[in-house]
């Protein structure tokens, strides 16, 4: 009763509790094993028979500060050179943390990324920065980043392949 009427007195201390209670725990290509199956099997296929004029799209849901949806972009693009297709990548990335999307719009990352970050695609698709590593620009320009509730929101449609792993932790 007295964190409640509390909360009622304090708005910041909403926003911190909301902060506490959502998760922001992901990394550049956590669980290798999906990537390799995606880059093996899945984008294969996407990029088979498809043009110029249809872009492969994907959702990530509870997208965080951005890992997983730069890892999908920078995976496609790997594939995509490999397969000698041109196929456009549009890729969605929501999540309900406002604070946390806009540090993944900012796609700016500390050092520490090198643990999880092989140096071919540091080099590749990072811009060293004094604070870090800033995802390229052709990369960043293939993510759109938005606030959004999955629980109350529509969906988004015409999507060719939903990750939803961040938002499973949950």
């Not at 725990?25 to 999906?34: A, E, L, N, Q």
Request: aromatic share 10%; with cysteine.
């Amino acid at each position: 009763k007295e964190y409640e009427d509390f909360l009622q007195r304090a708005p910041a201390e909403i926003e911190a509790l909301f902060q506490d209670i959502l998760i922001s725990v992901t990394t550049f290509f956590r669980d290798p094993d999906s990537f390799d199956a995606l880059a093996k099997t899945v984008f294969p296929k996407m990029l088979a028979g498809r043009t110029r004029a249809e872009p492969v799209r994907i959702w990530t849901l509870g997208c965080s500060t951005g890992e997983e949806a730069y890892s999908l972009a920078m995976l496609f693009a790997e594939c995509a050179e490999a397969a000698g297709s041109e196929v456009p990548l549009q890729l969605f990335a929501t999540d309900l943390n406002s604070t946390c999307v806009a540090k993944a719009r900012a796609g700016v990352y500390p050092a520490s990324i090198e643990q999880h970050v092989s140096p071919e695609r540091l080099k590749r698709f990072f811009c060293k920065e004094e604070a870090g590593y800033r995802i390229s620009k052709d990369i960043r320009e293939r993510c759109i980043f938005s606030r959004h509730n999955v629980l109350a929101d529509p969906p988004f449609s015409r999507v060719d392949l939903i990750s939803c792993r961040n938002l499973l932790i949950y």
